[in-house]
């Protein structure tokens, strides 16, 4: 795990010692993704100048170190990530007469684009990986991303050079003046994340996951597909009626964690995992313990606040497993710290809470490990999102009530407040208690407006109801939910809208967010549920397969109910998040209010004061709970305070 930076000046102006020095800058930028060692490369009658911070985690000796070169010095290549099957591809290009200098996978890599070519070892890599490699012969620089997006690659090209790293803020070198675009702050605001292949400024662009974009000079980008996640899906979901047995498919899914799980427990440095006690980090501990002579190590935090708290749970399986289970709790006061130090990890704007505990779990699990395991991506694999349920049902409900009757119920709806009717259902038992009850109601009733399902889910998954009419310029970006192409490749709703959550709010919220927390504390995050041979076995089952007595991820159930008691992952499904609505009207209040100004709102151009700050008094009176829409434009305004 690494950060990759780097520059090629197509025109060679740039002579040796300034592009040094961009190095150098670029490369500072992301100390903290690899704390262990820097170096810059330049080849100054290329105008290039290639860009690394090591986290050293397979062969830390310094025959590891990058920028890396063949052993014919035609390729440099800069990997950020793993390849977890690299002892394997090492065999086949050893047998075809390639040496090795190192145990690196990063050296086998090269030497398979040296052999295959780019696309060739992309193919026969299991990984996450963001790619730089430089063709010296041919002067071409290839750009590649993982398949399913674990690891981030933004890139800025223009006639006269190209700019490529990590992260955003790597690109802010001499000579590179951004825009705000005002279309990308409309989708912010909806979905709470720049959806690829936008940033947040015009001149800049994310590498959309599986593929490998090829520059030269004089030439116009060249985007190459290895891998269509949308194919992927499409084949499956045709092979789901095909489905076989329940217990063999148990047993496949079994084998295919088990070493999804193994190899991605190769590492030279002490390995860890995080545990909340939901089904997927339990599955994945619960695998690594059994393939491990010693126990595993689990970290897990807990909150004060009550509904947002998982300790427990991840005690009680910790110590079923038999893990070696590190568990702390974390004040408010050390959670409200690192709020205003966001915008340094997520120089791009992002909104999801749950940021925050990320963050804190990666902070302690660090003290520990180098390296740590996360269950991330079995909801969108298996179903188990609660919204899913929640837009099959509505869809029934919505179809067959009439106009007249669906404007009485949501006169009904509204005429309670959202912390009203969470009062309410304080009398129902906890087991069959959602979340924020009251938020949902309300919610539901502006859903009673729409008739498509596609147009319910994409209202289930946004902020702001209306972006365009908080923004203050711009308009909404047409994007995998707008395409109405995708309905006719996945009829059935459940397997429609996990393929959108899949090429969106997977890449761009959740591993987004893993990648920045993890890698703030110089920790290297690993994903085994998203190794691309699970998404493929997962997009052939059946909603039956997926979905039983209204509950997700049955058959992921089945494989963990062999290693861990039902009864003690038997429970209704918690977010990992904290009381941000509760604390932006307490100890939050002067940082929010500050933010939220009208005069500054105005000053900042990006959003309409008017609308906001008629949501911050309600949200402030607790007539309703603005907290996650809200919480989009207070991290959008501290973003351009400290990047716009």
């Not at 300034?18 to 992301?30: K, S, V, Y």
Request: aromatic residues 8%.
């Amino acid at each position: 795990m690494c950060g990759l930076a780097g520059f090629v000046d197509w025109r060679t102006q740039t002579d040796a010692d300034t592009l040094r020095a961009i190095g150098e800058a670029m490369n500072c930028t992301l100390a903290h993704r690899g704390p262990d060692a820097g170096d810059v490369w330049t080849e100054a009658e290329s105008g290039t100048v290639l860009a690394h911070r090591r986290l050293a985690i397979i062969d830390l000796s310094p025959a590891g170190a990058q920028p890396m070169h063949s052993r014919d010095g035609r390729y440099v290549i800069m990997l950020n990530g793993e390849i977890y099957n690299y002892r394997d591809i090492r065999r086949e290009l050893a047998a075809a007469g390639r040496r090795f200098r190192s145990e690196s996978d990063t050296e086998v890599l090269l030497e398979a684009c040296a052999e295959w070519g780019i696309q060739g070892a992309c193919e026969r890599s299991i990984g996450m990986f963001a790619i730089a490699l430089w063709d010296r012969r041919t002067r071409t620089l290839l750009l590649a991303r993982d398949r399913l997006g674990i690891k981030p690659l933004y890139y800025a090209a223009s006639p006269e050079r190209v700019l490529f790293a990590s992260q955003l803020k790597a690109l802010r070198v001499p000579g590179w003046s951004p825009t705000i675009d005002s279309d990308a702050v409309v989708g912010y605001l909806r979905f709470g994340y720049v959806g690829q292949p936008r940033t947040i400024f015009r001149e800049a662009a994310k590498l959309p996951p599986g593929h490998i974009l090829t520059l030269r000079a004089g030439e116009a980008p060249l985007l190459t597909c290895f891998w269509d996640a949308r194919a992927v899906a499409r084949a499956g979901a045709r092979e789901a009626d095909e489905a076989g047995d329940e217990h063999e498919l148990t047993e496949r899914l079994d084998a295919l964690l088990r070493d999804a799980v193994r190899l991605r427990m190769i590492a030279d440095v002490p390995l860890g995992a995080f545990l909340s006690g939901g089904i997927d980090s339990s599955t994945v501990v619960a695998l690594m313990q059994a393939q491990s002579t010693v126990p595993a190590k689990t970290f897990s935090i807990g909150f004060r606040e009550q509904g947002y708290d998982e300790a427990d749970h991840a005690r009680r399986v910790a110590a079923h497993l038999g893990t070696d289970h590190t568990e702390v709790y974390i004040e408010p006061e050390h959670a409200l710290e690192i709020i205003p130090r966001l915008t340094e990890w997520f120089d791009e704007p992002f909104a999801d809470v749950s940021q925050i505990p990320t963050y804190l779990v990666s902070e302690v699990t660090r003290r520990h490990v180098t390296v740590a395991l996360s269950g991330d991506g079995g909801d969108e694999l298996f179903a188990g999102y609660d919204r899913y349920f929640w837009a099959e049902r509505l869809m029934l409900i919505l179809h067959s009530i009439p106009q007249p009757l669906r404007r009485a119920s949501q006169a009904a709806l509204r005429a309670l407040s959202p912390s009203a009717w969470n009062f309410l259902f304080g009398v129902v038992p906890s087991s069959w208690r959602p979340a924020l009850p009251g938020d949902r109601l309300h919610k539901l009733a502006t859903i009673l407006d729409y008739r498509e399902s596609d147009a319910i889910y994409r209202r289930l998954v946004s902020m702001w109801e209306r972006p365009h009419e908080i923004a203050a310029a711009g308009t909404e970006p047409a994007g995998p939910f707008t395409d109405a192409t995708i309905a006719a490749d996945f009829p059935e709703r459940l397997s429609r809208m996990q393929y959108l959550d899949l090429v969106t709010y997977l890449p761009d919220d959740i591993l987004t967010k893993v990648d920045r927390a993890t890698m703030a504390v110089g920790l290297e995050g690993r994903v085994p549920l998203l190794d691309h041979r699970v998404v493929s076995f997962a997009s052939t089952l059946p909603a039956r397969l997926k979905v039983r007595h209204g509950r997700g991820k049955w058959l992921l159930r089945q494989v963990l109910h062999r290693y861990v008691p039902e009864a003690l992952v038997d429970r209704p499904k918690m977010g990992f998040g904290v009381p941000i609505g509760a604390w932006i009207r307490g100890p939050l209040r002067d940082w929010a209010e500050s933010l939220l100004s009208p005069a500054r709102l105005a000053d900042s151009g990006l959003v309409r004061p008017e609308p906001v700050c008629r949501a911050w008094r309600e949200h402030l009176s607790g007539t309703r709970n603005w907290q996650y829409p809200l919480w989009t434009v207070l991290m959008l305004e501290a973003w351009r305070e400290r990047w716009g």
